[in-house]
């Protein structure tokens, strides 16, 4: 891996490439040979630029990952080293504020994932409470303006956060919430609530209105079948909305900006420049921080990666 | 089957409905307000806003007055501002061409199985939910001059003969933001695409495989033309969420060296928060709406034609 390295890697795969495009265009150029040796040949193709493609696009997570490993030494060093040789985990500990026999100032990390906790969990919280009705309301009842609220939706999914974040930094000055997460929790709420209600109205459409029906004649209220019959049914979606609420407030940057002026406030987002250029960046300690930061992005999309793809889908095109 | 619904209880079932219009009122009452509050507000207060003389001492003092259009012409003649639409426009364009090429080009790759596909596909939208901050951080490390990893890979290329400081110079910083933002992007294009793909019928590509047409003749003749409606919006929505990037571009370079990165949102926060000139920052941010109000309408049409509500 020292000489041999990433340079002839991507040479050869440059190579491959270029290769493989073309032979996949004009497959049906060139193609004499019998349907089942061109579907060989088409499927390696698949599967070649396939494979590039996902190479070059892990790279960047692969090499923030690989730096959060490595010693200063093999940051900094040419031609760059893929596989930390000398692997540390310091820059983790350093950059949840634990103690290291590095000479380096104080940060305080963890805090900054407690707060960034805190926001996320009860962004999550409040905007099931809120989407819930809403969106059952949305699945079962015909009334005026209904349109109108769906239209409402689609576009407020749509509204730029630089927006909204200078009247509600003044509404929020006026009501005294500067500088308290709630602020920032009611923002983000306002982020993820639009795209939950839509996604859990389609899961609730798909609960067939009968088996309220039967709830109702044996005399339970709405409120008990919607929560005894109907929510355990689409746990799978309300599970998905939760986790997407969470990651919404999890790495929202803007409201956190603008309405947190308190260090000891700061979520992830912003304690993060905390890493940038203090006397020169500690790019390991970065790393290992946005490692932290986006694991649980990357967990929520190796578990629920269907019901995130089905939701976006349902909630945008079809 | 018990819960077998027969033509009576669905009669039932529509009279209950028909008296139920006030119980869902009352279901909608808490997301209503709460939406009206928290977005609503904010809305109709930034036009408001964008009508007056708000600055800090605004804030403080509670005196308004009333500028009307002033700060519109004011933001109109300012040549900051064109420099930022134009950068904006430049932003949003060449990201959705690529994000949109890209995510197009891997549905269409991914739409027959070959060994592994279902796992690169899965890994390709690995970076989907992960936060902009740390692919801001990430790419300002990637984009470093002395051991950014781009610089490297581009030099043993020969594409560039030597090491570019792609965030410090003023003419590569909007291209780093773009590639950064087009890295983002892909996953929510492959995603989108791929479920529009999927749902073309097959015989049309195997009549035109007897046919003798070729992967570029399918692409511009047939999944193109099907996929009308997905593709518009799918380009209207990049649009949108491409427009108000904010968070990217302040991470990696707050709009600068100089403004050679600044867009309309980065603009607009900095007018407020920086220059405290509130009401212009307003005219902005509404500015910005109206050019977003186009593309969300484009896009209902787009999804409209193709499902009603």
Same mark, same amino acid.
């Given at each position: 891996?020292?000489?041999?390295? *990433?340079?002839?890697?991507?040479?050869?795969?440059?190579?491959?490439?270029?290769?493989?495009?073309?032979?996949?265009?004009?497959?049906?150029?060139?193609?004499?040979?019998?349907?089942?040796?061109?579907?060989?040949?088409?499927?390696?193709?698949?599967?070649?630029?396939?494979?590039?493609?996902?190479?070059?696009?892990?790279?960047?997570?692969?090499?923030?990952?690989?730096?959060?490993?490595?010693?200063?030494?093999?940051?900094?060093?040419?031609?760059?080293?893929?596989?930390?040789?000398?692997?540390?985990?310091?820059?983790?500990?350093?950059?949840?504020?634990?103690?290291?026999?590095?000479?380096?100032?104080?940060?305080?990390?963890?805090?900054?994932?407690?707060?960034?906790?805190?926001?996320?969990?009860?962004?999550?919280? &409040?905007?099931?409470?809120?989407?819930?009705?809403?969106?059952?309301?949305?699945?079962?009842?015909?009334?005026?303006?209904?349109?109108?609220?769906?239209?409402?939706?689609?576009?407020?999914?749509?509204?730029?956060?630089?927006?909204?974040?200078?009247?509600?930094?003044?509404?929020?000055?006026?009501?005294?919430?500067?500088?308290?997460?709630?602020?920032?929790?009611?923002?983000?709420?306002?982020?993820?609530?639009? /795209?939950?209600?839509?996604?859990?109205?389609?899961?609730?459409?798909?609960?067939?209105?009968?088996?309220?029906?039967?709830?109702?004649?044996?005399?339970?209220?709405?409120?008990?079948?919607?929560?005894?019959? *109907?929510?355990?049914?689409?746990?799978?979606? &309300?599970?998905?909305?939760?986790?997407?609420?969470?990651?919404?407030?999890?790495?929202? /940057?803007?409201?956190?900006?603008? /309405?947190?002026?308190?260090?000891?406030?700061?979520?992830?987002? *912003?304690?993060?420049?905390?890493?940038?250029?203090?006397?020169?960046?500690?790019?390991?300690?970065?790393?290992?921080?946005?490692?932290?930061?986006?694991?649980?992005?990357?967990?929520?999309?190796?578990? &629920?990666?269907?019901? /995130?793809?089905?939701?976006?889908?349902?909630?945008?095109?079809? | 089957?018990?819960? @077998?619904?027969? $033509?009576?209880?669905?009669?039932?079932?529509?009279?209950?409905?028909?008296?139920?219009?006030?119980?869902?009122?009352?279901?909608?009452?808490?997301?209503?307000?709460?939406? !009206?509050?928290?977005?609503?507000?904010?809305? +109709?207060?930034?036009?408001?806003?964008?009508?007056?003389?708000?600055?800090?001492?605004?804030?403080?003092?509670? @005196?308004?007055?009333?500028?009307?259009?002033?700060?519109?012409?004011?933001?109109?003649?300012?040549?900051?501002?064109?420099?930022?639409? %134009?950068?904006?426009?430049?932003?949003?364009?060449?990201?959705? =061409?690529?994000?949109?090429?890209? #995510?197009?080009?891997?549905?269409?790759?991914?739409?027959?199985?070959?060994?592994?596909?279902?796992?690169?596909?899965?890994?390709?939208?690995?970076?989907?939910?992960?936060?902009?901050?740390?692919?801001?951080?990430?790419?300002?490390? =990637?984009?470093?001059?002395?051991?950014?990893?781009?610089?490297?890979?581009?030099?043993?290329?020969?594409?560039?003969?030597?090491?570019?400081?792609?965030?410090? @110079?003023?003419?590569?910083?909007?291209?780093?933001?773009?590639?950064?933002?087009?890295?983002?992007?892909?996953?929510?294009?492959?995603? =989108?695409?791929? $479920?529009?793909?999927? #749902?073309?019928?097959?015989?049309?590509?195997?009549? $035109?495989?007897?046919?003798?047409?070729? #992967?570029?003749?399918?692409?511009?003749?047939?999944?193109?033309?099907?996929?009308?409606?997905?593709? !518009?919006?799918?380009?209207?929505?990049?649009?949108?969420?491409?427009?108000?990037?904010?968070?990217?571009?302040?991470?990696?370079?707050?709009?600068?060296?100089?403004? $050679?990165?600044?867009?309309?949102?980065?603009?607009?926060?900095?007018?407020?928060?920086?220059?405290?000139?509130?009401?212009?920052?307003?005219?902005?941010?509404?500015?910005?709406? !109206?050019?977003?109000?186009?593309?969300?309408?484009?896009? +209902?049409?787009?999804?409209?034609?193709?499902? %009603?509500?």
């Amino acid at each position: 891996m020292k000489e041999a390295h *990433i340079g002839t890697f991507v040479r050869s795969a440059w190579g491959l490439i270029t290769n493989t495009i073309f032979s996949t265009i004009f497959a049906g150029r060139y193609e004499r040979g019998g349907t089942a040796k061109r579907a060989r040949v088409e499927t390696f193709a698949r599967f070649a630029i396939a494979l590039l493609a996902t190479v070059i696009y892990l790279l960047p997570l692969f090499w923030m990952v690989s730096t959060s490993l490595k010693p200063q030494s093999e940051i900094f060093q040419t031609p760059p080293v893929l596989i930390p040789e000398h692997p540390q985990i310091d820059s983790y500990r350093s950059a949840l504020g634990l103690p290291t026999d590095r000479p380096e100032l104080y940060i305080t990390g963890a805090l900054y994932f407690k707060n960034s906790f805190v926001i996320a969990s009860s962004t999550m919280l &409040l905007t099931l409470v809120l989407a819930v009705p809403a969106a059952y309301a949305l699945s079962r009842f015909n009334f005026r303006g209904k349109t109108t609220f769906m239209l409402f939706l689609l576009v407020a999914q749509m509204l730029p956060g630089v927006l909204l974040v200078i009247p509600l930094f003044v509404l929020f000055k006026i009501l005294g919430l500067y500088n308290t997460h709630f602020s920032v929790i009611l923002a983000d709420t306002a982020l993820a609530l639009p /795209f939950a209600i839509i996604i859990l109205r389609t899961s609730f459409m798909q609960i067939p209105d009968a088996l309220e029906e039967a709830g109702l004649i044996d005399g339970a209220t709405r409120l008990q079948v919607l929560w005894y019959i *109907i929510l355990p049914l689409i746990r799978a979606s &309300l599970v998905a909305v939760g986790v997407f609420s969470f990651l919404t407030a999890w790495g929202e /940057f803007v409201f956190a900006l603008s /309405f947190l002026a308190k260090p000891e406030l700061h979520p992830i987002s *912003i304690g993060v420049f905390q890493f940038i250029g203090m006397y020169k960046t500690q790019w390991d300690t970065m790393m290992a921080f946005s490692t932290l930061v986006a694991i649980p992005a990357i967990l929520a999309l190796l578990f &629920l990666q269907r019901q /995130f793809i089905s939701g976006l889908t349902s909630g945008s095109v079809k | 089957m018990a819960f @077998q619904s027969t $033509a009576d209880n669905i009669k039932d079932l529509k009279a209950s409905f028909s008296r139920g219009k006030l119980t869902a009122y009352f279901y909608l009452l808490p997301s209503g307000l709460f939406l !009206l509050v928290v977005l609503g507000f904010p809305i +109709l207060y930034s036009v408001f806003m964008s009508f007056q003389k708000y600055t800090l001492e605004t804030l403080v003092s509670k @005196q308004t007055e009333f500028i009307w259009l002033k700060n519109y012409t004011d933001v109109l003649s300012d040549p900051a501002f064109a420099t930022a639409l %134009k950068h904006s426009l430049v932003f949003t364009i060449a990201s959705i =061409l690529f994000q949109f090429t890209i #995510g197009l080009g891997l549905a269409i790759l991914f739409t027959k199985a070959f060994p592994m596909s279902n796992i690169m596909r899965g890994l390709l939208l690995s970076g989907w939910q992960i936060p902009s901050v740390v692919t801001g951080t990430l790419f300002l490390f =990637l984009f470093n001059l002395d051991y950014g990893l781009i610089n490297f890979v581009l030099t043993s290329l020969h594409i560039i003969s030597e090491p570019i400081g792609w965030i410090v @110079q003023s003419d590569t910083a909007l291209t780093a933001v773009i590639i950064a933002n087009i890295w983002l992007g892909i996953p929510f294009n492959l995603i =989108l695409l791929s $479920a529009g793909v999927t #749902g073309l019928p097959e015989d049309v590509y195997e009549a $035109a495989t007897v046919d003798g047409a070729n #992967g570029l003749e399918k692409l511009i003749y047939i999944t193109i033309p099907l996929l009308k409606s997905t593709i !518009l919006a799918v380009l209207m929505l990049g649009f949108i969420y491409t427009l108000r990037v904010f968070d990217l571009i302040w991470i990696i370079t707050k709009g600068g060296p100089g403004s $050679a990165t600044e867009v309309l949102p980065t603009f607009a926060y900095r007018l407020s928060f920086i220059n405290f000139n509130f009401g212009r920052s307003a005219a902005v941010s509404v500015i910005m709406l !109206l050019i977003l109000l186009v593309g969300a309408i484009l896009y +209902l049409r787009a999804i409209m034609s193709e499902e %009603k509500l």
